[in-house]
């Protein structure tokens, strides 16, 4: 996603504990698992810009879907969901060097999103993860292909938030800590 932007990057995985705190809400679980992720990077990239996003999948029910593994629990959550609402809560967190010090600059959010799935039956849900293989995206679908099929509306300011990197406000983000994608 970072490519469509020209932004040059390299990409690297923080080691954190990904686990959810007793009786922490959705939202405050995923703005922290996104800060840990960018602040778990800048002992071995000091001097960059660092971008880390992490997203979760939560029904109407405050059920949080994780990522299925396999195409049994990709089939049995998209069953869960068909007819109905679910919210994806995608954080973004840009932390920017500011001086010789270490001195860091954050800039948090979270971008919600909405997919609205259509009453699908057992035959078409298999047939699509039997086709598109969803089995490491929250929520068993991916938007970008096939799993647009799925859905009778979506609502968000920024679909690429649904795909889990927002870019709208990752291109604000940038432009106010004076790397403005477009120059």
């Given at each position: 996603m970072?490519?469509?932007?020209?932004i040059?990057?390299?990409?690297a995985?923080p080691d954190i504990?990904e686990?959810r705190l007793d009786n922490?809400?959705?939202?405050n679980?995923?703005a922290?698992?996104t800060e840990q992720?960018?602040w778990a990077?800048?002992a071995?990239?000091p001097?960059?810009t660092?971008?880390?996003?992490?997203?979760i999948?939560?029904?109407?029910?405050?059920?949080?879907?994780g990522k299925p593994?396999?195409e049994?629990?990709a089939i049995n959550q998209?069953?869960?969901?068909?007819?109905?609402?679910?919210?994806f809560?995608?954080?973004l967190?840009?932390?920017?060097?500011?001086?010789?010090?270490?001195?860091?600059?954050q800039q948090?959010?979270?971008?919600?999103?909405?997919?609205?799935?259509?009453?699908?039956?057992?035959?078409?849900?298999s047939n699509?993860?039997?086709?598109?293989?969803p089995?490491?995206c929250?929520?068993?679908?991916?938007v970008e292909?096939?799993g647009?099929s799925l859905?009778?509306k979506?609502?968000?300011?920024?679909?690429?938030?649904?795909?889990?990197?927002p870019?709208i406000?990752l291109?604000s983000?940038?432009?106010?800590?004076g790397?403005?994608v477009?120059?």
């Amino acid at each position: 996603m970072l490519q469509q932007l020209g932004i040059e990057f390299s990409q690297a995985a923080p080691d954190i504990n990904e686990a959810r705190l007793d009786n922490e809400s959705p939202e405050n679980m995923v703005a922290r698992l996104t800060e840990q992720k960018a602040w778990a990077l800048t002992a071995k990239y000091p001097n960059h810009t660092i971008i880390a996003s992490d997203q979760i999948a939560l029904t109407q029910r405050g059920e949080i879907l994780g990522k299925p593994k396999t195409e049994a629990n990709a089939i049995n959550q998209l069953l869960s969901v068909s007819g109905e609402k679910l919210s994806f809560l995608t954080g973004l967190c840009v932390l920017t060097p500011l001086d010789e010090a270490g001195e860091w600059k954050q800039q948090s959010t979270i971008e919600p999103f909405q997919v609205y799935f259509r009453n699908l039956s057992r035959k078409q849900i298999s047939n699509y993860v039997k086709r598109e293989q969803p089995l490491d995206c929250a929520g068993s679908f991916k938007v970008e292909g096939m799993g647009i099929s799925l859905f009778e509306k979506l609502e968000g300011d920024d679909p690429n938030a649904l795909v889990g990197l927002p870019l709208i406000k990752l291109c604000s983000f940038l432009e106010i800590a004076g790397l403005p994608v477009l120059g």
